[in-house]
């Protein structure tokens, strides 16, 4: 039998796959079982963020594993606090929580808001509803799911969590009307990326912080494609001029192995207390050393220069392909907008001929590893632009 073949027997067929093998990569390009190279615009949705076994990244986890591997969160191990100890001095966030993906550390979010509120102004008070906004992503889960303003994904799976109002993306009038007393949240994406790389007003974010801070109302802010690098700043809240009471990470945090962080501040930075909240895997020393690695490269003012520099130049490049309408995003998030080609249709002929992309709604989404290099972006526009002919 062959790869394929194999894995659709046994695995359940929750994805639609593309009829590619991926054996190796290195840098930014993958090779598939027949030997043929890829050059790399996706990053698996943004997660290599130092591109394919980086050798800095793949020592630290091969030691890693060859030290200690695992060890229950009944003990301490010196590479979790290593990687606490550098996020906080990047983020400037004083606690946070490890899990292993996105959806657990919006989970955690979640938890930390109610459990917020809960503490303050009691049961009685059902200071329980977290706003979302319509189209957002915050993942898999039965809450996330519920969280997610997205009714596609609201099907199936009844009851749903309760306690989420959806907010128009941008539409201040929207959030006025619904932020009353029974909220004890408001979470977003500065860019919402699987709801098609929408970023978000400035003015719009503004109101969320004003409207919250005279509330006692916490921001959450759900980074977990936006962070870490991705937008050219470590974190995409620092180009809004905000601090979010709680911000969640994932994606690209630890370069391909699984980590959520759930990072909380302030008042909120120690809401969950012993025996709240927990992880079995959730800070697991594999999985911290590859983030740790991850920090310590894409934590460095330079490195971020560098890929604000690789952006612009980026941005630019795919300007001049005349097919090419516009390009959404910060940084190395971009969606692009066609005039008239259809980007489900754009990203499969770009695998045939050797490049690996995204969609998001309608526009063809790169999330390119934030190590590329000048030769690889041009390489890989050239094999866009041979598309968009
Ligand atoms: C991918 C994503 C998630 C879910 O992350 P998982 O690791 O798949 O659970 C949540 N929020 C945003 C913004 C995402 O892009």
Redesign the pocket.
């Known amino acids: 039998m062959d790869t394929i073949e194999k894995f659709n027997s046994h695995i359940m067929g929750t994805y639609g796959r593309y009829g590619v093998v991926f054996e190796k990569g290195e840098g930014r390009t993958a090779v598939d079982e027949n030997g043929k190279e890829y050059i790399d615009f996706g990053s698996g ?2 997660v290599n963020s130092l591109g394919y076994c980086d050798k800095e990244w793949a020592d630290a986890v091969c030691a890693q594993a060859r030290a200690i591997q695992h060890t229950s969160n009944y003990y301490y191990t010196k590479v979790q606090a290593d990687f606490a100890e550098k996020l906080s001095a990047i983020t400037g966030y004083d606690k946070m929580f490890f899990g292993n ?4 550390a ?1 989970e955690c979010a979640i938890k930390i808001a109610r459990k917020y509120s809960f503490d303050k102004y009691g049961a009685e008070a059902k200071r329980y509803n977290i706003i979302t906004l319509v189209n957002s ?4 889960t039965v809450t ?1 799911l519920s969280a997610t303003g997205q009714d596609v994904f609201h099907n199936y799976f009844f009851p749903f969590t309760e306690g989420f109002i959806n907010v128009e993306a941008n539409n201040i009038d929207d959030l006025r009307a619904k932020i009353d007393d029974s909220v004890c949240a408001v979470m977003f ?1 500065f860019i919402q ?2 709801g098609g790389v929408n970023v978000l007003d400035k003015a719009f974010v503004d109101e969320i912080f004003r409207l919250c801070a005279e509330k006692d109302i916490l921001t959450i802010a ?1 980074e ?3 962070g870490a690098g991705r937008t050219g700043t470590f974190l995409a809240s620092e180009q809004f001029g905000v601090k979010p009471d709680i911000t ?1 990470l ?2 690209g945090v630890a370069g391909g192995v699984p980590v ?1 962080v759930c990072l909380a501040d302030g008042k909120c930075a120690d809401v969950l207390v012993k025996g709240t909240h927990g992880s079995t895997f959730g800070g697991n020393p594999l999985a911290c050393a590859g983030g740790l690695a991850v920090a310590n490269k894409v934590g460095s003012p330079e490195f971020l220069k560098e890929v604000r520099e690789k952006s612009e130049y980026f941005r630019k490049k795919l300007m001049e392909i005349p097919e090419v309408e516009g390009v959404d995003g910060l940084g190395l998030m971009m969606g692009i907008r066609f005039k008239e080609k259809n980007a489900a249709e754009v990203c499969k002929a770009c695998l045939d001929k050797g490049l690996l992309a995204l969609t998001a709604k309608t526009k063809l989404r790169l999330l390119p590893p934030l190590n590329i290099t000048y030769d690889e972006i041009d390489k890989g526009i050239e094999i866009l632009g041979s598309v968009l002919i």
């Open positions: 949705i943004g993906s996105g959806a657990e919006n992503f915050h993942g898999r996330t994406e990326g699987e759900d977990v494609q936006t969640t994932a994606k959520g």
